[in-house]
């Protein structure tokens, strides 16, 4: 089991860069892929991010793509979000989740089969 703590949120004004950082509890850190979701207000929570539990493959969400990148720190139990040229439609919480690597990474952007959430932590990109 792995418990995760998503940190980082706030307001920045659009145009602006944000990095969150999700530490992860437990040694098996290395066993999990990871991704980031996020929740806008009245919307569904939608796949932002996600990467391969080796940090060898990564995968974007069209909205954010080139914009953002996903990043992972084995040895430091964390994983990152950094995104750049926020837009207010980037205003949502933000939450990153885990799942035991399996042979392959499929389907990375269905949140249904994460197993694990960190509580979330909100940003918020002002006009």
């Known amino acids: 089991q792995v418990q995760l703590k998503d940190t980082g949120g706030g307001l920045v004004q659009a145009g602006g860069s944000l990095t969150l950082s999700c530490a992860a509890s437990g040694r098996t850190f290395a066993r999990y892929d990871m991704a980031w979701f996020r929740r806008a207000p009245g919307k569904d929570r939608e796949f932002v991010a996600a990467i391969r539990w080796s940090g060898g493959n990564t995968y974007y969400a069209d909205s954010v793509k080139g914009r953002s990148t996903i990043s992972r720190d084995n040895a430091d139990n964390t994983v990152y979000l950094q995104m750049n040229s926020l837009k207010p439609e980037d205003t949502a919480v933000y939450y990153c989740?885990?799942?035991?690597?399996?042979?392959?990474?499929?389907?990375?952007?269905?949140?249904?089969?994460?197993?694990?959430w960190g509580q979330g932590t909100q940003v918020t990109v002002s006009s």
């Open positions: 989740a885990a799942r035991r690597a399996a042979v392959s990474f499929v389907d990375p952007e269905d949140r249904h089969r994460y197993d694990y």
